[in-house]
């Protein structure tokens, strides 16, 4: 167990759908990161926040987004959905400001639309 | 574009035999590559290298790093039907727009180890 949680661990919605996955870093973690994991794109870093501000953004849709709460826990935003967005979504955290050093995995949330 | 690439992508071997994973990389402002294993859920981290030519070890795992010709290799011996798992491979390089940094994963290799 990493510490970090995630819900809903699993979801079924339908195309256009609107839906918010939430995380909650480890203890003392600034830093949560999410990632999206398909098939075949592999692990894709989607972005970053740090104490509330976003730091770095990776392969982001636009219909896609993010927020970190002042009690340091995040949510993602998936909206207008597609069949494509069917994947699992990971969040991680780490203490610092910069993944040079280990992160720490969520369980993930696996997002399944029909 | 940063780029990660693992080989092989599958890999079966028997319990006892050595297996070496591969993760060549193309990224401008390399930082640290870093490898995780997979299994059922979440990645778990087991190695990062910074330096050119020094190995990690942990148990039967070891990885090294060369930053000249831009590839890392993690080597499991006497593998256990327990490492059956993908490993993924990351690296870290600038994210283009700030000053932060970002992890590029490869696709991983699936190693399946029969008893």
């Known amino acids: 167990d990493s510490g970090v949680t995630q819900t809903p661990k699993h979801l079924i919605t339908a195309t256009g759908q609107r839906v918010t996955l939430r995380c909650s870093p480890r203890s003392g973690d600034l830093s949560v990161y999410w990632y999206q994991q398909s098939l075949d794109q592999g692990l894709q870093f989607l972005i970053q926040y740090y104490n509330g501000e976003e730091r770095a953004k990776g392969n982001i849709l636009e219909r896609f987004s993010a927020q970190q709460f002042p009690d340091l826990h995040s949510e993602l935003n998936l909206s207008s959905l597609e069949l494509g967005d069917s994947a699992l979504y990971f969040c991680?955290?780490?203490?610092?400001?910069?993944?040079?050093?280990?992160?720490?995995f969520g369980p993930g949330t696996r997002l399944t639309v029909l | 574009e940063d780029k990660v690439v693992q080989s092989p992508l599958s890999l079966v071997v028997h319990e006892g035999d050595t297996v070496t994973l591969n993760c060549s990389y193309e990224?401008?402002?390399?930082?640290?590559l870093l490898w995780y294993k997979q299994e059922k859920k979440a990645p778990t981290f087991l190695f990062m290298l910074t330096s050119s030519g020094i190995e990690k070890k942990s148990g039967r795992l070891s990885s090294i790093l060369d930053k000249k010709e831009l590839f890392s290799i993690l080597n499991i011996t006497a593998t256990q039907t327990g490492d059956s798992a993908v490993y993924l491979c990351a690296v870290e390089g600038p994210y283009s727009g700030g000053s932060n940094y970002k992890l590029t994963f490869g696709k991983g290799t699936l190693l399946t180890v029969n008893p």
């Open positions: 991680a955290s780490t203490s610092r400001d910069s993944p040079y050093n280990e992160q720490f």
């Open positions: 990224v401008t402002n390399f930082r640290s």
